[in-house]
């Protein structure tokens, strides 16, 4: 299910869960699609009915996912690593 607001901080099982998402947010951003369109087709969140809700939740998911390939992939990697390792 997806949050409000995307988690800050240390990799989640939740960051693992949404990186589909978190990849067609870069992908649609690097096109110049808008917050709005972005929200309502990826997010599939109804703009028109809380836009404010709807804006904050694309640009915490957005700032996440541009954390998850910068900043954060060391941390990333390590911890998507130790849960498959685990899992197999």
Same mark, same amino acid.
């Given at each position: 299910?997806?949050?409000?607001? $995307?988690?800050?901080g ?11 998402i978190?990849? #067609? %947010? ?12 972005? $929200?309502? %087709? ?13 804006? &904050? ?20 990697? #390590? $911890?998507?690593?130790? &849960?498959? #390792?685990? $899992?197999?």
């Amino acid at each position: 299910m997806l949050r409000n607001v $995307a988690p800050s901080g240390q990799v989640t099982g939740y960051d693992r869960q949404t990186l589909p998402i978190y990849a #067609e %947010l870069l992908d649609a951003d690097a096109a110049g699609m808008g917050w709005a369109e972005g $929200a309502r %087709l990826i997010l599939g969140l109804d703009v028109a009915a809380d836009g404010e809700t709807a804006r &904050k939740c694309w640009e915490s998911h957005l700032a996440r996912a541009h954390w998850i390939v910068g900043e954060g992939l060391g941390s990333a990697l #390590e $911890a998507f690593g130790r &849960k498959s #390792e685990q $899992a197999g």
